[in-house]
């Protein structure tokens, strides 16, 4: 069974700000099977990135993905008030697994 | 619109059943694999369970194996949670996914709670 940690657990950033947010998985993980959530208080998780490095339809292009192997990343370009939330990477084969998220606070 | 909307969780005491129902509408149903996925402060996102487009193929987490059951309806659009012997640690909010290759759809999630 995969296992994805996700780092650091909390970001404290300001708007405009770049940031990286990295998932490593306990072993090597298809490129096409590694997605990135975005989730807001109350809300219900929002589909970022799938397969490593897609778009998901409607997201902003300040939202990147890269990794192969075991180490993945989430990049955010520059900071909008809104991205303050809590991000997951997702490892999806027959079964999913989610890394236990990072939190990017003010 | 492409909507999902989940029903049926509440108060349930441990060793109880529940049946959880996620309506679907917006999209061909019968196109899309379906997940069940549930989240705690504590844990986070854990995924529970998923279901292929016709209902033939199922897989669950190890922790709900034996006590819980996926099933889907074509015909009216509807997926299924059966949860049988329910134990505290199933309390959570229930969220019900439908998927494609490149995009989801997730409902508003329905919440569990498992208390005597």
């Known amino acids: 069974e995969i296992v994805l940690t996700q780092s650091p657990g909390t970001l404290s950033l300001s708007p405009g700000e770049r940031v990286t947010l990295s998932c490593r998985a306990s072993?090597?993980?298809?490129?096409?099977?590694l997605a990135w959530y975005q989730q807001r208080p109350g809300r219900a998780p929002r589909l970022l990135i799938y397969?490593?490095?897609n778009r998901a339809a409607g997201i902003p292009d300040r939202f990147g993905g890269s990794g192969s192997g075991t180490d993945f990343s989430l990049i955010i370009g520059r900071l909008e008030p809104e991205d303050f939330a809590v991000y997951y990477c997702?490892?999806?084969?027959?079964?999913?697994?989610f890394g236990q998220g990072t939190k990017v606070e003010f | 619109e492409v909507q999902v909307v989940e029903s049926g969780g509440g108060l349930v005491q441990p060793g109880g059943s529940l049946r959880l129902s996620c309506a679907a509408s917006g999209f061909i149903f019968s196109n899309r694999w379906m997940h069940w996925v549930r989240q705690t402060p504590e844990k986070g996102l854990v995924w529970v369970s998923r279901i292929n487009s016709d209902g033939t193929s199922t897989a669950y987490a190890d922790f709900v194996k034996g006590r819980f059951t996926i099933s889907r309806d074509n015909a009216n659009d509807r997926l299924y949670l059966q949860m049988n012997s329910l134990r505290a640690d199933d309390t959570a909010i229930y969220y019900c996914v439908a998927t494609t290759p490149s995009t989801d759809s997730w409902g508003q999630g329905t919440l569990v709670t498992v208390s005597s």
């Open positions: 397969d490593t490095s």
């Open positions: 997702l490892h999806y084969a027959d079964s999913w697994t």
């Open positions: 072993q090597n993980v298809n490129t096409n099977s």
